[in-house]
């Protein structure tokens, strides 16, 4: 059955191909972008492959496009799929906590404000289905990303909450948590850092950080993204899966160790 679907931060990346994916299969997708310019950006693109999406501007930061958006489509969605994010990067001993409030307003704040409109709708007619987008970051750590990771912490206690809250009500919560794919956002986070880092007065030493920069944002470790577009796209769907969506699923002996470790280290 066709349904009608809101997605965030979908002019690039997974967002955007999870949008792509969904209007190939026939549902109704609302595609949002940060700015008007992406908006027709996303909407030519759409056209040119001959799919049908309707674009429309939604800074999840600004209220007065989040109360637009949910006037104009908050009758009519039955999913709503909050994926827009920011990351930034840094040693968290030195990083401007600023730039952690920053992330945590769009990651976290913003993104509450966003969904919490359709959460209420959908609980008062008993029906609807809110989507996280997080990360294998939102329980897992990775050195000089903890303005990120962070934030997809308390994205996981904030999806977790919901889902217990509305499931008597009727209404599906979920997390989709990505590994890393190689779209151009991992990259784009760790160059935050060279907004601020200087060696020369960091007590941090490049070497350490160029190390897990090399890693996270090189080729060896990022993957082909269509398989987790495909992913999403089948659980945002969906009528029924599971809470929570690791993907790849290899991943998820990975966290498991790591959860595991931590209750036994020692320092």
Known sequence: MSKTILITGAGTGLGKGAAFELAKQGHRVIATTH?????????????ALGLTLETVKLDITSAEDRQAAFDRFG?????????????????IAEVDVNR????????????????QPYA??????????????SSIAGFL??????PYTASKHALEAIAELMREELEPMGVQ??????????TGFNDRMYDKMDEWYDPATSITPPEAIRKVRDLFAGDELQMDPQPMIDKMAEVIAAD???????FP????????????????LEI
Do not use: C, M
Request: proline letters at 3%; charged letters at 25%.
């Open 75 to 91: 009758a009519d969605v039955d999913v709503v799929v909050a994926n827009a994010a920011i990351g930034d990067t840094g040693p």
């Open 35 to 47: 700015g008007a310019e992406g908006a027709k950006t996303l909407k030519a693109e759409a056209d």
């Open 120 to 133: 209420q709708a959908f609980a008062r007619g008993g029906r609807g289905k809110v989507v996280f987008v």
């Open 141 to 146: 750590t990775f050195p000089y990303l903890a």
């Open 240 to 246: 029924n899966h599971k809470f929570r969506t690791v």
């Open 249 to 264: 699923e290899e991943a998820i002996k990975d966290v498991v160790e790591y959860q595991q470790k931590h209750w036994t």
């Open 173 to 182: 919560v979920a997390t989709l948590n990505p590994g890393a794919y190689r």
């Open 100 to 115: 952690i409030r920053n992330v945590f307003e769009t990651n976290v704040f913003s993104t509450v404000e966003f969904v």
